[in-house]
């Protein structure tokens, strides 16, 4: 353990906690605005990749079908 422990450089991570909210808040600012489109694409990107990620898991097959997910609209 001591090997492993004397590769990992000592630095301390310094957290600025309003620049990263500040950050954050911009980044959601700037997918609010793209084109509907564009977010559709973008889901269906992440979509594809959870897929590759659940196929490629060492959980076996895919549990859930996330190709298709029913929404009550409040009927």
């Known amino acids: ?3 492993v422990r004397a590769t ?5 991570m310094k957290l ?3 620049g990263i909210d500040q950050s954050k808040s911009d980044f959601r600012k700037q ?3 793209r ?4 977010k559709l694409r973008m889901l269906d990107a992440l979509r ?3 897929l590759t990620i659940r196929r490629a898991s060492n959980s076996g097959p895919a549990k859930k079908d996330v190709t298709r997910q029913d929404y009550d609209a409040g009927n």
């Open 1 to 3: 353990m001591g090997a």
């Open 16 to 18: 600025d906690l309003e």
């Open 48 to 50: 594809e990749r959870t």
């Open 8 to 12: 990992i450089p000592k630095v301390k």
């Open 35 to 38: 084109p509907i489109a564009e």
């Open 31 to 33: 997918l609010a605005a």
